[in-house]
C-alpha cells in the first residue's frame, strides 16, 4: 500500500504558552495481538494472519491521514513484530513527523516476563525501529496491556539500561491485565537503582451522570469507543481543570468494523469490537476541539518547544534531549484511590 496525503511539510499549529497540549499516541500493533485469547495468542499463528490481513497497514495509514488533516503530531508506539515487516510505514509514520516509540517486539505483558527477556525484547524493538529509519530517536515505551504492575519496577531500569527516557506504561486503576497504584498525570518514577523517568500515566476521571458516573478511562481503547463524544470531553474538562493533559491511545484495529472476529468471552469481545464505526468520528472531534502533541513533548523532552519554537516536522528523529525536562505544571492531585509507591508526584 503506498502512502497518499502523509505531508511531511503541513504547517504546524504553534503552541501558545500556557495552554493544555495534550498527548496524542498509538499503539501500532495487528488486529490479532490481544492477549489471552486462545486463538490469536501462540506466535507461531501470526504470520499466516498477517498474510491474510492488510488491517495494520491500511487503518494505520487512515489515522496518518486523520493526523495530517488536523495537522497533529503523535506518538507511534510500534511493535516491533509489526515494524520488522511493514518498514515502509514506520517511515511514512517518522516522514509524517510523528514520534516513534516502542511497544515492546513480542507484545508480552511485562510482568510475565524476567528483566533479562524483557531487555531483550526492549533491545530487538528498538532495533528494529533503527533498521526502518536510520538514527531513529526512540525515547518512549508503553508496556502491552499496561502490564507493568506493582513488583516489576525493574522494568524502569531495564528501559533506562536500553537508553529510553520516558515511560507511558501506567494505568492507574483496576484493570484486568495490568494497572498500578500511581499518581493520576505527569510524574517521575523512581527505578530500584535510585534513577528516575519521567511517567505519562493513562488519563482516568469521573465520567457520566448521578448514580452511573465512574472513575474510569475516557480517551483510549474500549473505553473511547463506547462512551459517546459528551462523555470523553467530560473526562478531558475534568482533567484540564487540574492542569492534567488527557492521553488517547488507540490501535489500528479500533478504526476497524471490518476486524476480523475470533472466539472469545462475551466480555471480551464486547470490549473489542464494540462501537469500532465510531472511532474516527470520535478522534476528529479530539483533534478539532483540543491541542495535541507526542508524548515527549507533552513530558516536556521535546527541546524545540523549550525555546518556544513549533517542532519542524522534519527532524523529529534528530531531537537532542531538552535541559529542562518537565514544562511547569501544577502539582498533581494524589487520587485516594491511589497509594504511590515507587512513583514521586511532582
Ligand atoms: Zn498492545
Redesign the pocket.
Known amino acids: 500500500m503506498k502512502a497518499t496525503r502523509h505531508s511531511p511539510h503541513a504547517a504546524r499549529h504553534p503552541v501558545p504558552p500556557g495552554e493544555l497540549v495534550h498527548a496524542l499516541s498509538f ?1 501500532i ?1 495487528d488486529w490479532f ?1 490481544i492477549v489471552e485469547i486462545a486463538a490469536v495468542e501462540d506466535p507461531a499463528t501470526w504470520p499466516g494472519l498477517h498474510a491474510q490481513s492488510t488491517l495494520v497497514e491500511r487503518y494505520t495509514d487512515l489515522i496518518l491521514t486523520i493526523c495530517d488533516d488536523h495537522k497533529a503530531r503523535g506518538t507511534f508506539f510500534m ?1 516491533g513484530w509489526v515494524a520488522e515487516r511493514h518498514p515502509a510505514l514506520v517511515r511514512r509514520i517518522a516522514d509524517a513527523g510523528h514520534e516513534l516509540a516502542t ?1 515492546s517486539y513480542w ?1 508480552r505483558k511485562v510482568y510475565e516476563l524476567t528483566p533479562e527477556i524483557f531487555a531483550d525484547d526492549i533491545a530487538r524493538s528498538i532495533s528494529v525501529l533503527r533498521d526502518a529509519v536510520p538514527g531513529a530517536c526512540i525515547r518512549g515505551f508503553r508496556a ?2 499496561f502490564s507493568i504492575t506493582q513488583g516489576c519496577e525493574w522494568a524502569f531500569d531495564v528501559l533506562l539500561d536500553a537508553g529510553l527516557v520516558y515511560d507511558a506504561s501506567l494505568f492507574p486503576g483496576a484493570r484486568g491485565h495490568g494497572g498500578y497504584a500511581c499518581p493520576p498525570g505527569i510524574h517521575t518514577i523512581t527505578a530500584p537503582s535510585g534513577r528516575t523517568m519521567p511517567e505519562l500515566p493513562m488519563s482516568l476521571a469521573p465520567v457520566g451522570i448521578g448514580p452511573l458516573r465512574k472513575r474510569m478511562c475516557y480517551s483510549g481503547g474500549g473505553y473511547l469507543r463506547l462512551l459517546t463524544k459528551g462523555m470523553i470531553d467530560q473526562g478531558v474538562r475534568h482533567e484540564a481543570r487540574s492542569g492534567r493533559p488527557t492521553v488517547v491511545y488507540l ?1 489500528p484495529r479500533d478504526f476497524a468494523p471490518d476486524c476480523p472476529r475470533v472466539p472469545m468471552p462475551p466480555h471480551r469481545r464486547f470490549k473489542c469490537y464494540v462501537g469500532c464505526a465510531t472511532t474516527e468520528g470520535k478522534l476528529r472531534h479530539l483533534l478539532a476541539k483540543y491541542r495535541w502533541d507526542t508524548c515527549a513533548a507533552v513530558l516536556g523532552l521535546d527541546a524545540r518547544y523549550v525555546h518556544g519554537e513549533p517542532p519542524s516536522p522534519t527532524d523529529h528523529h534528530r531531537t537532542e534531549l531538552a535541559e529542562t525536562r518537565h514544562p511547569a505544571s501544577p502539582e498533581p492531585t494524589i487520587d485516594p484511590q491511589s497509594k504511590p509507591v515507587e512513583s514521586n508526584p511532582r
Open positions: 499503539d500493533e495481538h511493535l511497544h507484545h502491552p496491556s490501535h
